[in-house]
């Protein structure tokens, strides 16, 4: 029997929603073992002088924790 996990992981990107996306992925599996899936919680942007200035995005990530 497999015991899985979730935890939530905020990432940020100058460039788009599918970076941040890509680089909270990529921290995820670098610390966590055995990624097995994630999803997208929430997503929002932060905005100066009318220019949006980076995409961020919440995400709640599964492992399964190791024997």
């Known amino acids: 029997m497999s015991v899985a ?5 905020t990432a ?4 788009s929603f599918d970076d941040a996306l890509k680089q909270g992925i990529a921290r995820a599996t670098k610390t966590l073992h055995n990624v097995t899936g994630a999803w997208i919680q929430d997503q929002e942007v932060r905005v100066d002088n009318g220019s949006i200035v ?7 990530v599964t492992f399964i924790l190791d024997d």
């Open 12 to 15: 940020t990107s100058t460039k």
């Open 5 to 9: 996990r979730v935890t939530e992981i």
């Open 54 to 60: 980076d995409f961020r995005v919440h995400l709640k």
